[in-house]
């Protein structure tokens, strides 16, 4: 029987950060992490390998950090888990026995049960499956009409990937913009426009009713009885936990199906811990439970888990998950944090949005200057930053993450506008009119009528 004192399920990006963070904080202890794939894609980067990377090859997790740390990694699939023994079967007929174990097992595409002819040929998902992930790009070689339904960051992603090589991509989304669970419907339009002049068909304000074909895709039937012709389909539809195994396990699950944890990521046994789109996730403003799946966000889970596995540290500071996205559509990039106006009514927090237009660069005629559109999701009373949303250029997700920073210190309007900058012409928008000092001003404004 092999030994190890922490053994972690899963190689993605918070199996992989988990590991690493555990070797660095606790040198002395073994670490293991079990993995059913060879190779693991970074899974931010999986859209890109239809277009812009070319080959999955180029989008690798490196595993000689791990090798580096020390960190013993079996490519095998578990089995079981047996938590009141510590003990992990495997596939292979490896017995491992554990004093930590790490759940960090991920999430597979959903697909619902009642989409007519979604088991044809040539109907693929999106998973961090390399494997699966090469036999699509082969596939798709000599398929010209492909349709893609969700309009979410992936959806739109691998849609604009695959127009980029020729393609003839129609993007399918129920909600009336693209990126409409992240954005408020000014930065949506803006960027479903782009998306459309840079030549995929976009049609939203109506979900997929059936696929159609006799043995394979022929194409797809809208609710409003719309026909869409198809050489193959990809389902974009969002993802859900992969915990069958922890469940097997006796470990309880929400409704969600995230696996049970707390705030340092323990489950009710001290000794099991989950982490990434597989463990419970708690809102940064309401603390209700949330689908959130992110790779930042499991990254943040793994370096909790990865100093607090044999002693808890004295403080902890992550006050819940805060939805942060970002995407880029060629030079133009966008990105949110946070509530948008919309979602914070639903919430009950009386907010409103303070937009502010400007530019990256100082002078304007600077070359490859980008218009930037900076919205301020603003707390009315108080003045709190609750979320914002960027269109920009290549400085959008820096952008974007210090209104995260913003808004996870509490801070308010009143606090950005005396907040001090640095600026360059070629790198910053100008002192005068950085556009998230400005958009706090204008909110200001809003606040004193």
Request: proline letters at 4%; a negative charge; aromatic letters at 6%.
């Amino acid at each position: 029987m092999t030994k190890t004192d922490v053994l972690i399920i899963g190689g993605s990006a918070a199996g992989f950060v988990t590991a690493m963070t555990a070797r660095s904080n606790y040198p002395d202890k073994s670490v293991m992490v079990i993995r059913k794939e060879k190779k693991t894609v970074v899974p931010c980067g999986i859209p890109y390998i239809f277009g812009s990377l070319e080959s999955s090859e180029k989008n690798l997790m490196p595993d000689g950090k791990l090798q580096e740390m020390g960190v013993n990694v079996l490519v095998d699939v578990v089995t079981s888990v047996e938590l009141d023994t510590k003990v992990c079967h495997t596939k292979g007929g490896d017995d491992i026995s554990f004093e930590k174990i790490v759940f960090a097992t991920g999430s597979i595409p959903k697909i619902p049960n009642w989409l007519e002819g979604k088991d044809l040929d040539n109907v693929f998902v999106i998973p961090k499956d390399k494997e699966y992930l090469d036999s699509i790009s082969e596939q798709l070689n000599d398929k010209q009409n492909i349709v893609v339904v969700g309009g979410g960051f992936i959806g739109v992603e691998v849609s604009d990937e695959l127009n980029k090589v020729g393609k003839n991509v129609t993007l399918v989304e129920v909600l009336p913009h693209i990126l409409g669970m992240v954005f408020d419907e000014k930065m949506g339009e803006r960027a479903q426009n782009i998306l459309q002049a840079r030549g995929v068909t976009v049609k939203t304000g109506h979900g997929i009713k059936a696929i159609t074909g006799q043995g394979k895709v022929s194409g797809i039937l809208l609710d409003n009885g719309d026909a869409i012709e198809a050489d193959a389909v990809i389902l974009s539809m969002g993802y859900e936990p992969n915990t069958q195994l922890a469940k097997s396990a006796g470990l309880a699950t929400n409704r969600f199906g995230q696996i049970d944890v707390d705030e340092y990521m323990r489950t009710d046994n001290y000794n099991v811990f989950a982490v990434g789109d597989c463990a419970q996730k708690r809102d940064f403003f309401t603390r209700r439970v949330t689908p959130t799946m992110l790779a930042s966000t499991a990254c943040a889970e793994a370096r909790i888990v990865g100093m607090n596995l044999f002693s808890l540290y004295t403080t902890k500071n992550f006050k819940g998950t805060l939805s942060i996205f970002f995407t880029a559509l060629g030079d133009d990039g966008f990105g949110a944090a946070g509530l948008t106006v919309a979602e914070a009514q639903k919430q009950q927090l009386p907010a409103f949005g303070s937009i502010f237009e400007g530019v990256d660069k100082h002078p304007g005629t600077l070359p490859n200057t980008h218009k930037q559109i900076v919205e301020l999701v603003v707390a009315k009373g108080s003045g709190l930053i609750l979320g914002g949303s960027v269109a920009g250029g290549p400085s959008t997700g820096e952008l974007v993450n210090i209104i995260s920073l913003a808004i996870q210190n509490n801070m308010t309007v009143y606090d950005l506008i005396t907040t001090q900058i640095g600026t360059h012409p070629l790198l910053t928008a100008p002192p005068t009119a950085y556009p998230i000092i400005k958009a706090a001003e204008m909110a200001m404004k809003q606040l004193h009528k």
